[in-house]
C-alpha cells in the first residue's frame, strides 16, 4: 500500500512536470471513475465525455497548485464535480415539487437494496430525469449538503429538498421492479 | 437518518462501473494540456548520482583498509629467540645467542609465508571480487522482483465466466511494454547510461506494475460481479498467461 502510494506521488511530481508518460497513467488510473462521476451527473456518454476531458485538462494544467500528491484524487474529483456543476447550471431546468407529496421516511427499511447489484443502481442513477439526478448524486454521493447544493445551482433549499425526495422514490420504484422481476 | 443515503455514500465506490470513454478523449487532453519545460537533470539522476559517488567513496575506503601493510613479522618473532625456549632451555643456555634467531626464523619462515600466501589470496579476491552493484542494478533487480511478484499473482487468479482471451487488449499493453524494456536496454548497452534512458527505464517499471494492478482490479471486478449473479457456473475457470 505504501509503494502504491509512493508510486502515486512520483507520478503526480512527474505530471506537474509535464512528463506525458506520468499523465497518461494518471488518466488510465483514474479515467474510469471519474468519467462514472460525469455520466451519472449528465445522464449520458457523450456529455459525460466532454466533462471529463475538460476535468482533466485543468487538472493537468493546474497540477502545480497541489500541494500534497497524496490527496491527487480528491482534489481530481472535485474538478470534475465542478465541471459537472457548471455543465447542470447550463442546461438544466427546475420545478418546484410539492414536499408533502413525498411519502418517504429516512428511516425506512433498505434491505431491499441490498440484494441489487451495483452496476444497476448505477444505471438508474444516471436514467433519472434531469434536476432531481444532480441533486441526488451531489447529496447522497458527493454529500453535499443541501445549502450547499442550492447555492452551487442558484436554486432554493426547499428545491433542493424537493428534487432529491424525487430521485430516492423514483429510485426506490426502479430497483424494487428489477429486484421483483430480474 | 438517511439509511438509503448512507448506505450509498458507504459503497459509491462500488458505483463507478461504466465502462472506459473512447481513446478520443485521452488525445482531446493530450492536445490542449499545456507543456512544461523539464529540468536538464531530473531528481531521480541527482539522487543515482549522489548514490555512485558514496559507493565509490566505500569501495575506496574499504579497498585502502585492506591494504594497509602490516607490522614486519620477522623482527616481531626474532625477540622470541632472546627468550629462552620453555620446552630445552638447558640447549639454548649451551648455545650461542646467534644461532638461535636462525633457529627460529626458519620455524617461522614457513609460517610468515603461509600467511603472506592467505594475504596475497584475500588481496586477489578482492581485487577481482565482483564491484557491488550499481543503483541502477539494485534498482532494477528491486522492480524486477515486485514485477515477477505480481505477475505470479496475477497468473494465479482463476477467472470465471470468461475467458483469459477476454484481457487481451491488457496482453497486448504489456507485450509492448516489455518490447520497449528491451529496447531501452539495448540502448543502454550502446550509448551509456543517460537522464532520459533512466527516466524512461523508471517510468517502463511504472507502467508495467500499473498495467498488472488495473488487470487484477478488473479480473477480481468480473469474478465479484459473477459472485452476485445467480446460476452462473464457477466452475473450471481460465487463468491468465501474460
Known sequence: MEQAIDILTAN???????????????YSRFSQKMFSICVRMSGNRSDAEDL?????IHAFNNLKQLKDYNLFEPWLRKIV???????????????????????????????????????????EIKNLPGGCREVFNLYVIEDYSHQQ????????????KSQYHRARMLLKERLKQFADYG | ????????????????????????????????????????????VRWVAAACIIMLVGLAIFLLRNNKPKPDVTSVKTTPSITPNPVTPKKLDTATREPAPA???????????????????????????????SPIDEMENGYAAIINSQLKQLESTPIYAESADYFHVFKKQWYDLEKDEQRIK?????????????????????????????????????????????????????????
Not at chain 1, 471529463?52 to 482533466?56: A, I
Not at chain 2, 524512461?200 to 471486478?221: C, D, M, P, R, V
Request: aromatic fraction near 6%; charge should be positive.
Open chain 2, 103 to 133: 633457529i627460529v626464523k626458519t620455524n617461522h619462515s614457513s609460517e610468515l609465508v603461509a600467511k603472506l600466501q592467505h594475504k596475497a589470496l584475500k588481496l586477489k579476491k578482492v581485487l577481482t571480487k565482483k564491484p557491488a552493484l
Open chain 1, 52 to 56: 471529463l476531458q475538460d476535468g482533466f
Open chain 1, 12 to 26: 503526480v511530481r512527474k505530471a506537474s512536470q509535464g512528463d506525458v508518460n506520468a499523465r497518461a497513467m494518471l
Open chain 1, 81 to 123: 464535480i465542478n465541471e459537472c456543476i457548471r455543465h447542470v447550471k447550463r442546461s438544466a431546468s427546475w420545478q418546484e415539487l410539492n414536499e408533502e407529496l413525498m411519502d418517504i421516511s429516512d428511516n425506512e427499511n433498505i434491505d431491499w437494496i441490498k440484494d441489487i447489484n451495483f452496476e444497476q443502481i448505477h444505471q
Open chain 2, 186 to 242: 539495448q540502448d543502454l548497452k550502446t550509448f551509456g547510461f543517460t537522464d532520459s534512458m533512466i527516466e524512461q527505464l523508471l517510468n517502463l517499471y511504472k507502467q508495467k506494475l500499473l498495467l498488472l494492478k488495473q488487470l487484477q482490479s478488473e479480473i477480481n471486478k468480473m469474478n465479484n460481479r459473477v459472485k452476485q449473479i445467480p446460476g452462473i457456473h464457477q466452475n473450471n475457470p481460465s487463468y491468465l498467461k501474460m
Open chain 1, 149 to 160: 447544493i442550492a447555492d452551487l445551482l442558484n436554486i432554493t433549499v426547499s428545491t433542493s
Open chain 2, 1 to 44: 437518518m438517511d439509511e438509503m443515503k448512507k448506505y450509498l455514500f458507504d459503497q459509491r465506490d462500488k458505483l463507478d462501473v461504466e465502462p472506459a470513454p473512447s481513446a478520443a478523449v485521452w488525445e482531446q487532453i493530450m492536445q490542449h494540456t499545456v507543456p512544461v519545460r523539464k529540468p536538464v537533470f531530473s531528481l531521480t
